[in-house]
Structure formats: C-alpha cells, structure tokens
C-alpha cells in the first residue's frame, strides 16, 4: 500500500497544493525526503507563478496528479548540503527551475540540453528517481540534486530574479541559440506579458533593436516608455505591419493564444527566423511558400539547460535583467491565479513565502 504524502518521507514539509481539477490550492502537509549524499536543502524565500502552474493546477494539459504544489521559479537559502555537495554551503542563495531530474545518459544531458532529455523529471508533478511525486515551490523548503540547483548572483534581486528561472531561460535560451544575441540585430517580440517583458529586456541587453507586436495598442506606452523597446506594431493593423516588411532579423513569439503566422513571416529579412516560445492551443496553419523563397526558418524552443540557464542569471546580474513583478502573501494565491487567467498582473506574481507562509 502506497504511503501518504505526510509519511512517504522522513522531513515534514508543508506548502499549498491542488486537489483537484478546480484548480483551488489550499494549506498541504507532506514530506520531503532527507538530504542525500549529493543534495543541497534550502528554505524557500520567493516562488514565481507562472502560467503552466495554473494549467497543471487544473489539469489542462491531462498529466496532472494529484495532489500538486505547483512552482518551478524558486529561490531560497541553503540550510543543509549532502557530505559530496561541492558547489554550495549552508547560508549561500540558491534557486532551482523547471527541473530536478535528468536521465544523465542520454545525447542531450551530454551536451548540457537536460531540458530536452526524454526522461525529464520536472521540479512539481512527475515521479522521481525514488517513485515519489516531486512537490514545488509553493512550500517552506526544497532539497534538489546539486546539479540542478543554481547558484544565485550576489547582486541579483531574489523576489524579482526569481522568474527569471522560468520566464527569463525561455526566452533567454532562444536568443543564443539562434543567433538574434548580437549588437545591431533587428528583433521582434510577439506578446508583452511574462515572457515577452523579459524577452524585450534581455534583448535590449545583447543590443538589438527590438520592436514589440501586440494586438492593440494599449501596451504601447508600456513597451517604449517602460520598456524601452525601439517600436511597437500592433500586429492586426495590416499598414503597420507593411511598414515593417522584411525588416527583421528574427523573431521571439510568446503567444500561447491561437494567432496568425503569415504576418508574422512577412516581417522577416531573408534568412529571419520566427522561434516559439508559447504553444497556442490550436495547431498552427503555416504556409510553405514565404519559407522557401524567402529561406526563412520556423522553429521552437523550451527552457535551456543547466549550464545556459546558470550563464543567463550571470548576464541579468551583470546587465540589471529582472522580471516586473507583484510581490503577493501565499494565501492571495487563488486570487492571483484568477488575475493571471485574466492576464491581469505586471508581468509575474512572486509569493513571499518566507514572510507569509506559517507552519500548520
């Protein structure tokens, strides 16, 4: 008989969980397992939410079991490392992301692209290497493999750096990869909320001239003035978008509302690149002929390995990169989720767990 989430462990735990596919989280006791030779513990200060969270709390993608503590853009301070820990120490700033388990054998763990590895074990709602069910940051403490655990800058901000471990990987990755990090580069970015504000700064950073496409204008200000983003296009205004045909070197989409691509295509140099980020609900329709004869390229991108993921939390500290955000007590937590079904926040809710999380 399976043991209860309480009891399957030795180190009493406690945070908020999902029960069921109303997606209503509530105070959870369970445990977490002791501190392995190579694991580090840390007590959890700042947990991002992100949209995914929303999703597996309701189970919109059919993979969630329950119950769930959502958060996977954690920051805390270590408490206790693993007799082999080498790259930590008990009071160092640490964040875990999306991951906390690999197959540590395959191509993609080899070339440090664990995000791609078929055997993933994401940081909530998958089961470890032990059986157990990971549980997220929504909760007093973690404890993670040291290999994915990050060390944080010492002059990066822990509650507005902490979505960076989501929102910033997922856009910062796309960039290096496909070449749209380099001075003078034209860059477009689809949709200004948690991803596209990021994807707008960092872009900014690697000195791109960046212009913003969104439905209406009523970001407009938002993205030059706050922002400074070089231009804004309002991407169902077909003069705007003429404007801009064939200007861009490429092109980061964080949509995951079902939109055109055509348009989209238009914009792009020879040779543009238009990369998703966000996955609309509806398959895209995608016609071949502006591909071929303009030799552009569709692709997508998922969050960046460890070590990518470690290099762009350097390069915010260094650049003064952080995600916007809205600093929320743990018990406003519902309350959030319903804003950020409503794209009602600017740009990511953070939870103060340390301060407003109380022990049962």
Known sequence: MAKSPESEHPIKAYGYAARDISGVLSPFTFSRRATGDKDVRFK?????????????????????????????????????????????KVGDNVGVGCLVGTCGSCQSCANDLESYCPKQIL????????????????????????????????????????????????????????????????VGVVGLGGLGHVAVKFAKAFGAEVTVFSTTAAKKQEALEGLKADHFIVSKDPEQM???????????????????????????????????????EKPVELDLYPLIWGRKIVAGSATGGLKETQEMLDFAAKHGVVSDVELIPIDYLNTAMDRVLKSDVRYRFVIDVAKSLKAP
Request: proline share 7%.
């Open 123 to 186: 940081t909530y709602g998958f089961p470890y290497h032990d059986g157990t069910l990971t549980y997220g940051g929504y909760s007093d403490h973690m404890v993670a493999d040291e290999h994915f655990v990050l060390r944080w800058p010492e002059n990066l901000p822990l509650d507005s750096g902490a979505p960076l471990l989501c929102a910033g990987i997922t856009t910062y990755s796309p960039l290096r990869h496909f070449g749209l990090d380099k001075p003078g580069l034209k």
């Open 242 to 280: 003429q404007s801009a045909a064939s200007s861009l070197d490429g092109i980061i989409d964080t949509v995951s509302a079902n939109h055109p691509i055509a348009p989209l295509l238009s914009v792009l140099k020879q040779d543009g690149k238009l990369v998703f980020v966000g996955v609309p």
């Open 44 to 88: 959890v200060l700042y947990c991002g939410i992100c949209h995914s969270d929303l999703h597996f709390a309701k189970n919109e993608w059919g993979m969630t079991t329950y119950p769930i503590v959502p958060g996977h853009e954690i920051v805390g301070v270590v408490t206790e490392v693993g007799t082999k820990v080498e790259k930590f």
